[in-house]
Structure formats: C-alpha cells, structure tokens
T-cell receptor, first 112, second 110 residues
C-alpha cells in the first residue's frame, strides 16, 4: 500500500517549456487535490477533484490544467512554465469531506 | 480572500513542557479545522481535526476551537524533541476547499 505517489520528485524547466506532474493513490479515495507550497505563503490549493470525472478550481489555478484520468490518478499540467511557478507541488487525496487528507511526497519544480 | 493567520515563530519550548500553537481565520463560514505537522523537506501529515466548539483530545495533543472568536489552537503536552516541526493550521467551509496558514515552527529543546 503505497498511499499517494508523485512523479517526478524533482524537475528543472526552462521558461516556456511544458510538463505534467503525475499523482496516483491506492486508497480508493474519491477526492484528490493539487497544492503548491512557497516560503512564506503556506500551502495553496490549485485544483481539486471531488470525484472521478469532476474538477474544480482552487485558490491559484492560473497557468495550470488538471485531468482526473480515473479514480486513482490526477495529473497537473503546466502548458508554458514561468519562473513564478517555481515551487514544491503536493498532491493529496481523501474520502468525501476531506477530513483525512493524505499527502504525497511532493515534486520540487525549478523554472529558470 | 479567506485568510488563516499563524505566528511563524520560531517557538522554542523545553522538553516536557506544553507547547501552545495558535491560529485565527477570517471566514465565519468555516466549518472544519485541521492541524497538520510537517517535518523539514517532508509532506504534511494530519494530527487532528475539530468541528465543534470546545476541546478535543488525542493523546498528548489537544485542539481547541472557539468559533465566536474565530480562533483555533493546538496544545502539545509533554513536548518531545521529535515534535520539532512546522505546524500548519487549515480551515474549510465546504469540505473540498482548504485554506492553510503559513505554519508555526516549533523547536523542542532537550
């Protein structure tokens, strides 16, 4: 039982490049989330998916797109990376209601 | 703009003492309140959640909620060096949108 897994662990991009961050959970959770964490800013919700087939914007969605591929997988795409997107990205999952959010190990992204 | 405010610290307490962590929030519609612990370079992990006014105890941890004052706190009794971490307060009004504070850094001195 791996919980929540994320790939890659670390990535360096040049401005304007695109990439997809992958997230998968094996806990049969309905809800999945993408956050970014920046020094002094705390965790901020980018997008969430309350259930398979649905996605909704969070607090800071601009510059990102998401796909809930199936119940297990929730990906985050940066179409044209910008230095302001340099951050640590966490994926999380939970049952309905979100009481117990389980976080993945994070992806450290550097955009030059 | 929904705000969750925490004193960034650092907060230092001697081993065996009580650590008190505080959090205030701006959205009166908030229904659920959470405390997460995050070790340096690691992901957050849930410690406790509380929905109703009053205290909720789990082992050495006690969460306290006062909705009228828009205030939630976490007490850690018999603090241990392994409790040294950043503690994140989070609130939610819908169950899906969570707003996190910037965290309080706690150091427990042996």
């Amino acid at each position: 039982n791996a919980g929540v897994t994320q790939t890659p662990k670390f990535q360096v991009l040049k401005t304007g490049q695109s990439m997809t961050l992958q997230c998968a959970q094996d806990m049969n959770h309905n809800s999945m989330y993408w956050y970014r964490q920046d020094p002094g800013m705390g965790l901020r919700l980018i997008y969430y998916s309350a259930s398979e087939g649905t996605t909704d914007k969070g607090e800071v969605p601009n510059g990102y797109n998401v796909s809930r591929l199936n119940k297990r997988e929730f990906s985050l795409r940066l179409e044209s990376a910008a230095p302001s997107q340099t951050s640590v990205y966490f994926c999380a999952s939970s049952d309905v209601g979100g009481a117990d959010q389980y976080f993945g190990p994070g992806t450290r992204l550097l955009v030059l | 703009q929904k705000e969750v405010e925490q004193n960034s610290g650092p907060l230092s307490v001697p081993e065996g003492a009580i650590a008190s962590l505080n959090c205030t929030y701006s959205d009166r519609g908030s229904q659920s309140f959470f405390w997460y612990r995050q070790y340096s370079g690691k992901s957050p992990e849930l410690i406790m959640f509380i929905y109703s006014n009053g205290d909720k105890e789990d082992g050495r941890f006690t969460a306290q909620l006062n909705k009228a004052s828009q205030y939630v706190s976490l007490l850690i009794r018999d603090s241990q060096p392994s409790d040294s971490a950043t503690y994140l307060c989070a609130v939610s009004n819908t169950g899906n949108q969570f707003y996190f504070g910037t965290g309080t850094s706690l150091t427990v001195i042996p």
